[in-house]
């Protein structure tokens, strides 16, 4: 029978699990890759290959998800064996796997003195390592991935060809004789150390108080000693960042407890293959009470990839790892493009020469009583698709102007890409257009584009650009419709969203909106704020003092003058 499994089924080793469950049932044939899945051709007794297909779904590697499994009759193979043949093309249609943790068994021989990748920080293997982040095309295979410029040595080549290896046809398998290396350069790019030299003097640096910016997976992050005001602040006077929450990473769980109150959901998502910066209740102070001012919550990770492992192990105290990039822009990933626009924050780069191919940042996540709240969805979690009933595929949505997120729609669910941010810099969106090109890319090309009515938003033009038939929709009934989906409720519903300003079909700025949904495409307005009349526009979500501005107006009708001159900064200005 010739087999054919859909999912995220590609770089989580599934080829290799396939392989030896077929030497262990006595099933002949072979398996491949294709742009849209698995594919399998097997040949045994009924009773066998009955028993193959249950195990399938049932002993399927940990990281796969499997959407779909469909049998069918072929011919005889003249095959004595079983084998991984070369990939196929085909339309994309396979679901892409997130990057995924350094899993235990690579942490061990990270720590193994004896290990000839010990202390590499680039270990992998096929449970996990780099996946979303360095994928250029489908199908999942190494000359598809930005490790296609580092050619294997013999020792790698060969857990590479054996089937009973853990490195069994792992695409990033790599090793400090061919693999990726670190370079440690100081702000105008020349180089200081190499190598483990490197890592390590990039740790003396954050000892002595320093800003490190670091290559990470999906792109550059700024690291200081989260246990030094001088240095916290430091980072913030030099980012521009006076009062946002900065994220930690810390070497473990005991760590993270050490810091922060952790309830099971929270140490589930910490220890996850995911592992997002979950937000904490601070225990007490431990860090410097600059990471977060006046917050009871902390934002802690534990690492992701064997490079934070080793970083965090040395340094022996909690990091903080915020995202690297120029105010109002995307993260760096490119060398020369961090060292430009961070050469004013840092004081040494910890870079690598594996190219990173999309930025994907941290994810963020919260968890409640019932369940986690996907705050920033990102680094292990996307390109995972989401469950959406009634789904027709090939429908791209731009998303919005602040906190950007696109997403294509496949069958039967919605691919939505990772965060990109604000849409306020031509850096930002440009790097919203690749995100873009690139969901389409991975999933198949779009039949049609979403966007917000607003025509001024930098994703509206975007669309526009697409050529693509358009369907407009209001903002908050967005958000409506994207809680019904979620919770898949159907209409109809009295949705409220509090979600500030969007521009309403009557052209005013909508905020504060009751929304009766009767379906998919129409809504009454049923209830809102009163409007109010706000001076400066979109200067006020930035300027409160215009906003309260304008509600005296609306309330008296004219503005005493101690009223205006309490609410306008006296710097600069004289007079009444």
Known sequence: MRVSVEGAVQGVGFRPFVYRLARRLGITGLVWNTSGGVVIEAQ????????FVRCLREEKPGPAVISGVSTFAVPPLPETGFHIAPSREGAPATLVTPDLVVCPECVRELLDPSDRRHRYPFINCTNCGPRFSILLALPYDRPNTTMRGFTMCADCASEY???MDRRFHAQPVACPVCGPRLTLLDPGGGELSRDDNALKDAVTELRRGG????????????LVRADSDAAVNLLRQRKLRPAKPLALLVKGIGEAEALCFIGEGERELLLSTAAPITLLTRRGRGVSAGIA????????????????YLLASDAGFPIVATSGNAQGEPICTDNHDALRK????ADLFLVHDRPIARQVDDSVVAWLPDGPLMIRRARGYAPLPITVKGVTAGTLAVGGHLANTGA?????????GQHIGDLETLASVLAHRRALTDLQTLFGRASRVVRDIHPDYASTTTAEKTG????????????ILGCMAENETTAPVLGVAWDGVGLGTDNSAWGGEFLLVGDSTGFERVACLRPFQVPGGDAASLEPRRSALGLLWAMNGSLPLPSVSSLIPSSGLSGG
């Open 293 to 308: 001012p006046d917050s009871p919550f902390l934002g802690v990770m534990l690492p992701a990839t064997p490079l934070h």
């Open 211 to 222: 800003v490190v910016a670091l290559k990470g997976l999906g792109g550059f992050q700024l």
């Open 342 to 345: 961070l050469g004013g924050v």
């Open 161 to 163: 060809g054996d089937p």
């Open 408 to 416: 294509i729609s496949i069958k039967g669910g919605v691919i939505l």
């Open 468 to 479: 693509l038939p358009e369907t407009t929709i209001q903002h908050h009934h967005a958000h």
């Open 44 to 51: 045994g007794t009924e009773e066998d290959l009955t028993a």
